[in-house]
């Protein structure tokens, strides 16, 4: 699901059942470190993430009710990240933290042209550099501006639904 939502493994790993619309196929999770701010400003919201046929087989592994991870939501962060990479360790898999999840889904956002915006909601962050510095090893190709107008003209993309920058 790091991998999927581009979410902090708490904050993954705290994901329940009234976190997610199956019929309209939203994920809504609270940021840990956003809650303060959603307090002292309740027209903060949490970032609602349509998800799709991915996320969907997970959810279809997952308990129905209470957490989606029983076991993932009572360990403490560091204990997490210690098993994860001992079962990396492991498997030989060296490099590999959970937060770099977060990374390469940044990189993967960036190479599908996703817009920032949404980007920044997905990873809970409010600035555009700190995307950036997730994102810096993401191999990008820009289309030329006809391409992109072919696109838009052809209803491949959605101008309408691409959130403003702010």
Sequence with gaps: ???LLGGSQGDIANLT?????KGDRLIFYNRKKMLQRMQQNPNLKPPMIRYGKKIEEV?????AKG???PYLCMVRSGDRA??????CDGLGIKGVSLHSYRYG???RAREAHYPLRCAQENLGQNSAAVHRAYAKNAAVVNPSLDEWEELVANKIVDIDKIPKVA
């Design 59 to 63: 959810l279809k592994r997952r308990p």
């Design 17 to 21: 059942d009234e976190d997610i619309l």
């Design 82 to 87: 210690t098993e994860f990479k001992q079962r």
């Design 105 to 107: 889904w940044a990189e």
């Design 1 to 3: 699901m790091c991998w």
């Design 67 to 69: 957490p989606l991870f």
